[in-house]
């Protein structure tokens, strides 16, 4: 397989020229060694990990995204084989060969982990936050394909049959808020870890309901009782044993208090967001207390978007009116839904970050409940 020529008997240096082809088929052994063990664990069940690594496992999902990246998806094996290996093309020269192989890695390192491996930038700033991005406008555009940690908001047909019989209520035609009545809003965690590091120790409580659960509640208990309009929270954990399936999980709570509660008026997810130097990008002070900023996120993956985003600028201009400085601003999450197309006033709100204290939120979140329940009365 190789060929070598000796200086003399004795020398310590060696000159090993290993022969063009023999050097491609390496490549073209090395690929299928590859193919044959993506074909291996898609034939296993998807393997859980914990939700404190940020590791993803590879699950049948995953490897479908694969091989409809690389159009691989409706192809045999051995067709998969031709089109995944360049075998016929071993007389290109060395350069074009291995452009062929990394633009392959490249598109198979983009599917399974979400980060562009040619981007330095991307790679850097995985784990940078919703608030740490660039722009300054009080409605941002934010362009990205991963969440923290990497989490995909994405589903595949079959999942959210349900959905068919649910039509959202347009903004305009929703009566007004009763009060001391039905349950008038729903407030979820999708990532029930999500947790605030300087007061709980930990920036996750795997498996458990962290700091954001108990914002939940908080909010809840002070719209209930300032402003006596009935709300539903749920501790269902949503992001355990497998972190990825979060936003499928939540759904489907979500669609099934929708249905026992036919008046909801908003639906609202409580995050705290990650990634952040420092505690004082998201922190406040109002009425004397430390407050964590809130950032509203709107995802534009669906119809009706624009209701969701007219209903967080209400919000947004309400806050700014009573407690100017408490909201962060609103970004717009393109090719992310976030659930809310279950509800045309469905919001996702993040309480500062998991450098902010829990009494930060806290202090927000009884803040918020006079925002809110002020926009719901029409006020």
């Given amino acids: 397989m190789f060929f070598f020529r000796r200086k003399s008997p004795f020398s310590r240096h060696w000159l090993w020229r290993v022969k063009p082809l023999k050097f491609r088929r390496g490549f073209v052994l090395l690929g299928l060694i ?24 590879v699950s049948q999902d995953i490897l479908q995204k694969i091989y409809h990246v690389i159009g691989l998806e409706d192809l045999d094996h051995r067709k998969i084989l031709h089109e995944g290996l360049p075998v016929g093309s071993l007389a290109m020269q060395n350069s074009d060969f291995l452009g062929e192989w990394d633009n392959f890695f490249h598109h198979i ?37 991963i969440d923290e940690n990497g989490e995909e908001d ?57 700091g954001v659960v108990t914002v939940s509640k908080t909010l809840a208990q002070a719209i209930e009782s300032k402003h006596k309009i009935k709300t539903l929270t749920t501790d269902i954990i949503h992001d355990y044993p497998d972190w990825t399936k979060s936003y499928i999980n939540s759904m489907r709570t979500v669609q099934a208090l929708l249905k026992q509660n036919s008046k909801i008026q908003t639906v609202i997810d409580i995050h705290r967001d990650a990634g952040l130097q420092s505690r004082s990008s998201t922190l406040t002070r109002i009425n004397k207390k430390d407050c964590a900023k809130v950032l509203i996120v709107v995802g534009t993956e669906h119809p009706r978007w624009k209701e969701n985003l007219a209903f967080a600028e209400k919000i947004e201009k309400k806050a700014n009116e009573m407690y100017p400085d408490l909201i962060k601003g609103i ?49």
């Fill in 109 to 145: 390192m983009l599917a399974i982990t979400g980060v562009d491996s040619r981007n330095p930038a991307l790679i850097m700033g995985r784990e940078l936050s919703f608030s740490s991005l660039p722009g300054n406008a009080a409605v941002t555009a934010l362009d990205t394909t």
């Fill in 331 to 379: 970004r717009l999450a393109k090719g992310r839904r976030y659930n809310q197309h279950l509800h045309p006033r469905a919001l996702l709100l993040e309480f500062g970050s998991d450098l902010n204290t829990l009494d930060d939120a806290k202090n927000s979140a009884k803040l918020m409940a006079d925002v809110i329940a002020e926009v719901l009365k029409g006020k």
């Fill in 154 to 210: 994405f589903y595949l047909p079959g999942q959210d049959d349900n959905l068919d019989d649910w039509v959202p209520i347009p903004d305009t035609e929703f009566p007004p808020v009763q009060l001391n009545g039905e349950p008038m809003i729903l407030i979820y965690n999708t990532h029930n870890a999500e947790s605030y590091r300087p007061s709980e120790g930990l920036s996750r409580q795997e498996g458990k309901n962290g």
């Fill in 34 to 57: 590859i193919i044959l063990t993506v074909l291996f664990i898609s034939h296993r069940e998807p393997l859980s990990v914990p939700v404190s690594t940020g590791a993803k496992p």
